[in-house]
């Protein structure tokens, strides 16, 4: 499986793809920004899921650590993250990606109306975006998440200090977080009325 999935050919390809999404995002971004006069993607980031990640991955999901395995059942090797600054513009964006007539929507996962249990609140697209190059033609999945900042904040804390941590071992620092996605998801609401208010003066 290593050996496959670290193939240059099969790393360009993800890469190819990395392009076309972010390429797309960035029309989608011009657009909307044309239309509301403001910045809406604060960023983008792009990350290929690293083999010994896929292999925690699929040994977490029950799944034998082939190189099918990891290109069948996980959906994330390519993970493509949009950041911006308004719950609002995270659902502006989600279905302007899915008006796209070259992306299938594979699936989609609103964990921000129905935030994982430990608290995490994003949106994530799962999409089959193809690409042509040269005489070839073939979609890559992909997996586009999107969140606000302050979203974005409650990830890279958890990333750092709970997430994949055992649990026992982490149980106080789960919950003070947990309290801090709610605290995150008030002010969320109250910028975006704020912003909203100072558009009606
Ligand atoms: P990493 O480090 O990003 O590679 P699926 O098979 O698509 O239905 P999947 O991928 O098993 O579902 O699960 P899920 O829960 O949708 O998670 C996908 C990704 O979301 C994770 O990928 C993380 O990037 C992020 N994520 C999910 N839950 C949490 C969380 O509680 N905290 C943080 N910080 N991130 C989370 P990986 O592969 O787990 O990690």
């Not at 239309?35 to 809406?40: A, D, F, I, Q, S």
């Not at 010994?52 to 699929?58: A, G, N, Q, V, Y």
Request: aromatic fraction near 8%; hydrophobic fraction near 35%; proline fraction near 2%.
């Amino acid at each position: 499986m290593q050996q496959k999935l670290s193939n240059p050919q099969f790393l360009l390809k993800k890469k190819w793809a990395i392009l076309n999404v972010e390429f797309k995002l960035k029309m989608i971004d011009l657009e909307l920004s044309t239309e509301y006069k403001r910045t809406v993607m604060q960023k983008i980031e792009h990350r290929i899921k690293k083999t010994d990640s896929i292999t925690r991955k699929l040994i977490k999901k029950g799944y034998k650590t082939t190189f099918e395995n990891a290109i069948g059942k996980l959906n994330d090797i390519v993970g493509i993250r949009v950041v911006c600054l308004y719950s609002d513009d995270v659902y502006k964006i989600a279905s302007m990606l899915k008006q796209q007539k070259d992306f299938t929507l594979i699936k989609e996962k609103d964990y921000i109306q129905n935030p994982k249990k430990s608290g995490y609140q994003s949106l994530h697209l799962i999409m089959d975006v193809p690409f042509t190059y040269k005489n070839e033609t073939e979609a890559q999945r992909v997996e586009i998440q999107i969140r606000t900042v302050a979203m974005d904040f409650w990830a890279g804390v958890d990333n750092q200090i709970c997430y994949k941590k055992k649990p026992e071992e982490m149980k106080k620092a789960e919950e003070e977080l947990k309290n801090y996605s709610n605290v995150i998801s008030r002010i969320d609401r109250q910028m975006l009325e704020l912003r909203k208010k100072v558009e009606r003066m």
